[in-house]
């Protein structure tokens, strides 16, 4: 049988090599081992392709025809009046491989040897032919298998799931490098898959599992960062987050996801998250997750409450919100919120008197700078609530992102809603108990309803700090809130604009207009004065941004368990990749490019290295600042191999960088051709320069490169 694969590859040796060079890459290969887990079976089948290669080229006649055969008609025809080979001399039944080899050198070994074949291909990082040719034998070729034409049954079947699940598990791999989360997890299931059966596995099956669930919080924020159009797959992404919610049991809670991720690092996930999800889907989520109870999960669904109360005009929901801040006013300062709250539900008593206990005092003097002259603190508050909603509720959600500067996301708006009207004529016909009584009246909270049950503390218990748009007055919750637009201090109206004291007194006409326009009832109660005043303050002040220098979400980087830090995009990258008409530009990600300069620092520091490796200091751990698998493996292996025999090597390299492959959408991967120049000296263990296998050689080398942290490393390279 032919299988795609050329003798130089084999022992990979450029086509130029010397005999020297041949004879002591086909010791290297010999010494190198495949995984623990192949069979000697396969190993014997492996080494017997690799002496072949060696007899063919190691003989200046048999080269000579190799060559000759190598350059001819795309590798596959042979010219009839060329010299045969001595290889075995049979027809070739492997038409079904035609096309996939049509432009790739073949060679043929006996049908014994398939399963070294097959562990070749994996040395060779040719995972896609692994599948490809291996496949066919667990399904329509299977008879063969039974047949014993490789060898033991039990023992090929079993090597031949092997080398499968090997190969889609760096299929994987090489898709998370690349950023293709889902197709990466797909790939490692595969692999798991082909050995659920196989006990003798058991170790490498957790190995591929520790992977997957490293891989999963990568894959359910690709998930969700796709269109809404595409409900299945974001479902999907929603059922991983859930068993991740469920194996750490919340949000702050002490389980293990094996993800790798901790408390503070889940909590940067789930704040990056939050910008991937609808409205609904935030309510769906952080509100079932507050009844665990969970203090982050609690202020995460006020922010959900209030999105979805004033979006969709809800007051109901702004009440729910209102509730679970009393509860995490327990413990923290949450007043300003509990003030928007109340300014929403038109209680404009409570929102003053709420404010006033606030120790937000960026924010509370900027308030009090806009209501200079007015008897309270409504008229900024209102400016301050509107911009707020608008700048820091409204972009945590995909689905009122592009609605922030819409005419219709005003308090004056939400005031002139008919239902909006009812529901606040109704709340304050029943009564509702203020949420801070005052001094002279009883605890209108503990004789209202029972009393709740103590929640958990914010500080001690889960480090987060309840306000995540403004600095926090205990330290926890920025942990969570670092990677998204803070709130910085308000910024006074810009100069010229008409003082806000001049709203607070319209003359009749306007006053009167202004009531017209919020409501048509003939009593229009606390609520209709916010209306008034709203109206009159935001038509002066118009379109003036209250709170300026906000940031932009910055992406996040999770580094996991040693895995290579893979950016995530902000939501506003994703929907400019989704939505190419998009006009809008976002330069919040910002990927260092790769350059020739990078290139040449990286192939340099490999040329040192190896020379540390296999000089007299035998340095084998230089190895390891410069390669990834499975370079690593193979050169570990053979500079072992020189340390055993006693023998060492000098090298002396020049290098000019051809051509450089860098693609910024895959950020952590890069390709680079080389001229290279090397000079080896090999020494004997003796001390004596060995000429045989010294070397002078121009090589023309591409190198394979992937970043991991802030290093890049060489993956693979192939002699051209």
């Known amino acids: 049988m032919r299988i795609p694969l050329d003798y130089y590859r084999i022992l990979c040796v450029p086509a130029k090599a010397t005999t020297a060079q041949i004879t002591q890459a086909y010791r290297d290969r010999l010494s190198q081992f495949p995984r623990r887990e192949h069979n000697a079976l396969a190993i014997e089948a492996r080494n017997r392709i690799i002496e072949q290669a060696f007899e063919v080229l190691s003989q200046t006649e048999t080269r000579a025809v190799y060559d000759h055969e190598l350059s001819g008609n795309m590798f596959r025809s042979l010219v009839p009046s060329r010299p045969k080979l001595p290889f075995p001399d049979r027809p070739s039944s492997d038409t079904e491989l035609e096309a996939l080899t049509a432009h790739q050198p073949t060679i043929d070994i006996a049908e014994k040897d398939l399963l070294g074949g097959l562990l070749l291909l994996l040395d060779l990082g040719e995972y896609e032919l692994v599948l490809k ?41 090489e898709q998370w490098l690349q950023q293709h989360y889902e197709q990466a997890a797909l790939s490692g299931q595969k692999s798991q898959e082909l050995l659920v059966d196989v006990a003798q596995f058991a170790d490498l099956q957790r190995e591929i599992q520790g992977d997957l669930n490293r891989l999963r919080p990568y894959q359910v924020l690709e998930l969700l960062a796709l269109p809404e159009s595409e409900t299945q797959e974001r479902q999907r992404g929603l059922q991983l987050l859930q068993e991740m919610l469920s194996a750490r049991v919340g949000i702050d809670g002490q389980g293990d996801d094996q993800s790798g991720l901790s408390i503070d690092d889940f909590l940067r996930f789930i704040q990056q998250l939050r910008s991937y999800l609808t409205v609904q889907e935030q309510l769906d989520l952080f509100v079932a997750e507050s009844k665990r109870p969970s203090a982050a999960a609690a ?13 969709q005009r809800k007051p109901d929901l702004v009440v729910q919100a209102q509730t679970l801040l009393k509860r995490l006013g327990k413990r923290q300062d949450v007043f300003l919120e509990q003030s928007i709250c109340a300014l929403l539900l038109g209680q404009p008593t409570e929102a003053n008197q709420l404010l006033e206990q606030s120790q937000e005092q960026e924010a509370i003097a900027y308030i009090q700078e806009q209501s200079e002259g007015a008897p309270d603190l409504l008229p900024g508050l209102c400016l301050y609530g509107e911009q707020w909603l608008k700048t820091e509720v409204f972009s945590h959600f995909r689905d009122l992102r592009q609605r922030r500067e819409d005419a219709s996301v005003s308090l004056t708006a ?62 926890s919750f920025e942990d969570l809130v670092t990677q998204t637009p803070a709130t910085v201090p308000p910024a006074p109206p810009s100069p010229g604009v008409a003082p806000v004291t001049a709203a607070l007194n319209p003359d009749p006409e306007a006053s009167s207009a202004s009531s017209k326009s919020v409501s048509s009832k003939k009593s229009i109660g606390p609520w209709g004065a916010i209306a008034a005043i709203v109206g009159s303050v935001l ?50 990600t910002t990927t260092p490019a790769f350059n020739e300069a990078i290139a040449a620092e990286v192939i340099q520091t490999w040329f040192e290295s190896k020379a540390r490796a296999f000089g007299q200091d035998r340095d084998l751990a230089a190895l390891e600042n410069i390669l990834a698998e499975p370079s690593l493996s193979r050169w570990r292996s053979s500079a072992q191999a020189v340390r055993s ?28 051709e080389a001229q290279v120049q090397e000079k080896a000296d090999y020494y004997r263990a003796n001390g004596e320069r060995d000429p045989g296998q010294s070397y002078d050689s121009d090589l023309r080398v591409r190198y394979s490169l992937v970043r991991q942290g802030d290093r890049w490393l060489i993956r693979s390279s192939q002699t051209l």
């Open 645 to 672: 025999a006693g023998t060492y090597r000098t090298y002396d390299h020049s290098l000019t960088i051809e051509t450089v492959s860098f693609n910024p959408d895959q950020p952590n991967v890069a390709t680079v």
């Open 299 to 311: 202020y995460l669904a006020v922010y959900a409450l209030l999105a979805a109360g004033f979006s």
């Open 414 to 475: 939400y005031f002139a809603d008919p239902e909006v009207q009812q529901y606040l004529d109704d709340l304050l016909t029943e009564a509702v108990p203020t949420p801070t009584p005052h001094p002279d009246t009883t605890d209108t909270e503990n004789t209202a309803a029972p009393a709740e049950k103590p929640p958990e503390t914010l500080q001690s218990e889960t480090g987060v700090s309840p306000h995540p748009s403004r600095p926090a007055k205990v330290d």
């Open 539 to 588: 038509l002066v002040v118009g379109l003036v941004r209250i709170l300026s220098g906000l940031t932009t979400q910055e992406p996040l980087q999770v580094t996991l368990n040693g895995e290579p830090p893979l950016t995530i995009p902000s939501l506003d990258t994703a929907e400019a990749n989704n939505n190419p008409e998009n006009g809008a530009t976002n330069t919040t």
């Open 133 to 173: 040719w291996a496949a066919p034998y667990l399904k329509g070729k299977g008879k063969l298998v039974k047949e014993g034409k490789f060898g033991a049954v039990e023992i090929v079947e079993q090597e031949l799931r092997l080398c499968l699940a090997l190969a889609h598990w760096e299929l994987s791999r």
